[in-house]
């Protein structure tokens, strides 16, 4: 009989031993969350209330992210989405604290993963604001030149520069956070070598008799006879 | 403030010469094919009208690579009778280097002004090196009123075609005025006089590293003097015939420089502009006579087709610039025939001012916005070309004055939104 009792007291007490030793790390997480959460919403308010300080909104507004945002049926303010952001990524670091209190093996790999990979997603975050910056401004330049000399189809190249380097940069942020990265670079080769293809066809092939009238059209504006602009502007 | 640092040679020079009276200054480019008749007018001018005082001449270069440097050091007037002078003539030191610093124009003009600082110099002239027209009545014109009028700064008055100068025309002339409240005609005209003391002030701002260093010298020069309170003036020089202008120069490029710089220096002078309603006249000197210009060419039907082209591919930057309303008339502007167009000058006003509150607003990069402005700018001044086509040139100057009263008339919405 005692030995039946022991057989179902010893898992018990196991159990009870090995709460006791799991109990102090439930504690340490619980703590990690709570204050974790606490000061995801304090820094979530203060950054709220730096960004309006210092125009955050309009910022936004001028760079074309709110653009952005809108066509990605984002309708809240710029500030409030970065700051929601960031709150939620303070959150899933606190998370991932306090899983790690935990000291259980399978969760300490995973929070360590994790820890690893947030540089990569760093980079990527800047490679995608400022690649999205730089290919505005390059497309924008590409249009006003392509504009300012006349260029009948300037908001059609500029387009398509903006697309290309679209293309790039998500090509670059695919690669940074390594989702298969050999097809990544496989379809952005295909894609890429595809346009430069496709358009030297157009050019080459469909564009003969565009071609020929833009010639004509610049042959007939150098026409000797034809004077040219001898106004100074300054 | 860091000052220029000259070479030693030019230490040399200035405490050999020790003190002057008069600096005339040139600041030059590869200019090797016009720099000597410049150097000979100049030489000729203050010998013929300064005699008894000492004078140099200070060739600033930007290191020309066609011996420009040498053409200054071999260029003098050989024989002054034919300029009927026939009293004794002191030499007239020369000193040509190239300059330190960033490349540009704004440079070279500020080692003229340091210059004048270490040579205590009470009067100074610039006057560009590329001139055809210059003859020695104009360092008279740029420098008597210094020395003898107490004024401290002389800004050029030409006799242009009606086509010329559009961008002075058309958006620097009517717009400082308008703004600083003084009839300047000429405000970027390149060819200016000032006192030693106005040269000391210009040195004493910091804009040695900006834009004013590369470009934009010209109305910076016109609008320190103004916004400052310096004593300013005109004299009428005759006209302005120059080297022939670089086929490279690209026209949105020419209108960024000027343009940025005219914007740059709202914000500079915000508190000085704001207040003034009005304007009135700058006093003139000099005989002012009617000279034969030559043709000016001009494509108007082309000028039309980069209009139209920019409404077509610029029209939400214009959109986002302008407003509804005023696109809206733009737009209505397109679709016009060329015989029919006409750019209200209301709405050329009204274009100019909503840049200027977007450059202050910081709508887009400075260099994007100004340079987008191009085809309305095109178009304005190809609707001045159809009107003025018949036109004599008191009529043509006629238009232009209209064009400043508008500008003085919509200044408050101006001022209303700068805020």
Not at chain 2, 74 to 90: C, E, G, Q, W
Not at chain 2, 399 to 411: G, Y
Request: aromatic residues 10%; hydrophobic residues 50%.
């Amino acid at each position: 009989m005692e030995d039946f009792i022991d057989l179902i007291l010893d898992p018990l007490q196991e159990l009870f031993l090995k709460f006791k030793v799991f109990m102090p790390n439930l504690l340490a997480m619980l703590v990690i969350l709570i204050i974790g959460i606490l000061l995801a919403f304090i820094i979530k308010r203060t950054l709220v209330k730096f960004l309006a300080a210092i125009n955050f909104d309009s910022w936004s507004d001028r760079m074309g992210f709110t653009k952005l945002m809108r066509k990605g049926d984002l309708w809240s303010k710029p500030t409030a989405i970065l700051s929601t952001i960031i709150f939620w990524l303070l959150i899933i670091v606190t998370l991932m604290g306090g899983l790690n209190a935990l000291q259980i093996s399978a969760i300490d790999q995973l929070a360590s993963q994790f820890f690893s990979y947030i540089p990569r997603l760093f980079s990527a975050a800047m490679i995608l604001v400022v690649g999205y910056l730089l290919s505005g401004f390059i497309s924008r330049a590409v249009l006003i030149a392509a504009a300012n000399s006349g260029f009948h189809y300037a908001k059609l190249l500029a387009q398509a520069v903006h697309t290309l380097l679209i293309v790039l940069i998500l090509a670059m942020i695919m690669e940074q956070l390594q989702i298969a990265p050999s097809i990544v670079l496989a379809a952005f080769s295909i894609i890429f070598g595809g346009i430069v293809i496709a358009l030297a066809i157009a050019f080459g092939v469909g564009g003969i008799g565009a071609a020929k009238r833009i010639i004509e059209r610049e042959l007939v504006e150098d026409r000797p006879g034809k004077a040219p602009d001898d106004i100074e502007h300054i | 403030m860091r000052a220029a640092i000259f070479r030693a040679e030019v230490h040399e020079q200035l405490e050999r010469i020790g003190q002057a009276d008069i600096i005339v200054g040139i600041p030059s480019f590869n200019n090797a094919r016009t720099i000597g008749h410049v150097v000979r007018a100049v030489q000729g001018g203050l010998a013929k009208y300064f005699p008894e005082h000492k004078a140099v001449i200070v060739n600033s270069d930007g290191g020309s690579s066609d011996g420009t440097m040498d053409v200054v050091h071999n260029s003098s007037i050989d024989d002054f009778s034919a300029i009927l002078l026939h009293h004794r003539v002191s030499p007239i030191s020369k000193i040509a280097f190239p300059y330190s610093g960033i490349p540009g124009k704004g440079s070279a003009f500020r080692t003229i002004f340091e210059i004048a600082g270490a040579l205590d110099a009470k009067a100074c002239a610039v006057v560009d090196s590329d001139l055809r027209s210059i003859t020695p009545e104009w360092i008279e014109l740029l420098v008597t009123p210094i020395l003898k009028g107490g004024y401290d700064y002389v800004s050029p008055l030409y006799h242009r075609h009606k086509f010329d100068g559009t961008i002075t025309n058309s958006i620097v002339y009517p717009l400082t005025r308008a703004l600083y409240g003084r009839r300047v005609r000429q405000p970027i005209g390149g060819d200016f006089g000032f006192s030693g003391s106005l040269a000391q002030y210009y040195l004493t701002k910091d804009v040695w590293e900006t834009d004013v260093a590369r470009f934009g010298i010209d109305i910076w020069m016109t609008t320190t003097a103004i916004a400052n309170g310096f004593k300013v003036t005109q004299s009428f020089l005759g006209a302005k015939i120059h080297d022939a202008k670089d086929p490279g120069a690209d026209l949105s490029s020419m209108l960024y420089q000027v343009v940025s710089a005219t914007f740059e220096l709202m914000e500079t002078y915000s508190e000085v502009w704001m207040p003034i309603r009005g304007t009135e006249p700058v006093p003139a000197f000099g005989f002012e006579y009617t000279v034969g210009l030559e043709h000016v060419n001009v494509n108007t039907a082309r000028m039309l087709n980069t209009f139209r082209e920019g409404l077509r591919n610029l029209g939400e930057i214009w959109l986002d610039i302008l407003g509804a309303g005023d696109f809206g008339e733009v737009e209505r502007l397109g679709a016009l025939p060329d015989s029919e167009f006409h750019f209200p000058i209301g709405l050329w006003t009204q274009v100019v001012y909503d840049y200027a509150l977007a450059f202050h607003k910081r709508k887009l990069p400075v260099e994007h916005l100004i340079k987008s402005m191009t085809p309305l700018y095109v178009g304005k001044t190809a609707s001045f070309i159809i009107e003025a086509k018949d036109m004599a040139q008191t009529e043509a100057d006629a238009e232009i004055e209209k064009l400043c009263l508008e500008f003085e008339k919509r200044k408050d919405y101006l001022v209303t939104n700068w805020k």
